[in-house]
C-alpha cells in the first residue's frame, strides 16, 4: 500500500497563477484533510471532508476550493495564487470523521513558493 | 478557540537521556494527538489518547484531563528520535485536531 500520496512534491507559481494539488488514498478511508503548515506556526487545517460527496472548511479556507472527487481522491485547488499561500500542504486521511479513535495517515507534503 | 502551547519549544539531548516535552491546551477536549514530524518532513501519528497513559516502546504519553496536560516521554533517546513533536488537540463535540506548533528534539550521540 502506498498510503497517502500527493503530487507534486515541488511547485513554484507566480502570483494570479492557478493550479490544483492532488491528494490519493489506497486504504479505504472515509475522510480527508488538507492542512498548511507555516514556520512558526501549526499545522492549520484549511478543508476536510468527513465522506465522499462532502467537504467543510476549516481554519483558513479563504483562497482554496477542494473536491472530493471520489473515496480515493481530494484535490485542494489555488485559483489565484497569492504569497501568503507560500507554504507546506499536507494532505491526510482517517477510517471515519472521529480523530479520537482514528489516527490520521499524512501524505509527504507538497512545498509550494508563490513568487 | 483551544490553544495548544507546547515547551520547550526547542531540545538538544545527549544519546540515553531521559527526555520530556509538556503540552498545554486552555478548553476541554475529547481526545489529544502525539504526531512526530521527521526531519524530511513526513509526519506520522504517535498517541491518541484521552484519559491516562499510554506506552508504545520507549515512548510514554500521559494527559491529565483536570489540569488539561499532556506529556510525552522518551526514555533512552537515541539521535534517530531527532524530529519535531506536535500535540493535537480535538475539542470536545468537534471532529477537527488543534495543533501546537511543535517542538524540535535534537539528539546528539
Known amino acids: 500500500n502506498a498510503g497517502v500520496t500527493q503530487t507534486p512534491k515541488f511547485q513554484v507559481l507566480k502570483t494570479g497563477q492557478s493550479m490544483t494539488l492532488q491528494c490519493a488514498q489506497d486504504?479505504?478511508?472515509?475522510?480527508m484533510y488538507w492542512y498548511r503548515q507555516d514556520p512558526g506556526m501549526g499545522l492549520r487545517l484549511i478543508y476536510y471532508?468527513?465522506?465522499?460527496?462532502?467537504?467543510d472548511k476549516g481554519e483558513v479556507p479563504n483562497g482554496y476550493n477542494v473536491s472530493r472527487l471520489n473515496k480515493r481522491e481530494f484535490s485542494l485547488r489555488l485559483e489565484s495564487a497569492a504569497p501568503s499561500q507560500t507554504s507546506v500542504y499536507f494532505c491526510?486521511?482517517?477510517?471515519?470523521?472521529?480523530?479520537?479513535?482514528?489516527?490520521?495517515?499524512f501524505g509527504p507534503g507538497t512545498r509550494l513558493t508563490v513568487l | 478557540k483551544n490553544e495548544v502551547e507546547q515547551s520547550p519549544q526547542n531540545l538538544t539531548a545527549q544519546e540515553g537521556e531521559f527526555i520530556t516535552i509538556n503540552c498545554s491546551y486552555s478548553?476541554?477536549?475529547?481526545?489529544l494527538h502525539w504526531l512526530q514530524q521527521h526531519p524530511g518532513g513526513g509526519i506520522v501519528s504517535l498517541f491518541m489518547?484521552?484519559?491516562g497513559k499510554k506506552k508504545h516502546g520507549r515512548l510514554i504519553a500521559t494527559i491529565n484531563i483536570q489540569e488539561k496536560h499532556s506529556s510525552l516521554h522518551i526514555t533512552a533517546s537515541h539521535p534517530r528520535d531527532s524530529a519535531v513533536y506536535i500535540c493535537?488537540?480535538?475539542?470536545?463535540?468537534?471532529?477537527?485536531?488543534?495543533f501546537g506548533k511543535g517542538t524540535k528534539l535534537t539528539v546528539n550521540p
Open positions: 493535537a488537540v480535538i475539542e470536545g463535540g468537534s471532529e477537527k485536531l488543534v
Open positions: 489518547l484521552s484519559s
Open positions: 486504504m479505504n478511508h472515509n475522510s
Open positions: 478548553v476541554g477536549i475529547s481526545a
Open positions: 491526510a486521511s482517517s477510517e471515519s470523521g472521529q480523530p479520537i479513535y482514528n489516527e490520521q495517515f
Open positions: 471532508s468527513a465522506s465522499e460527496g462532502t467537504t
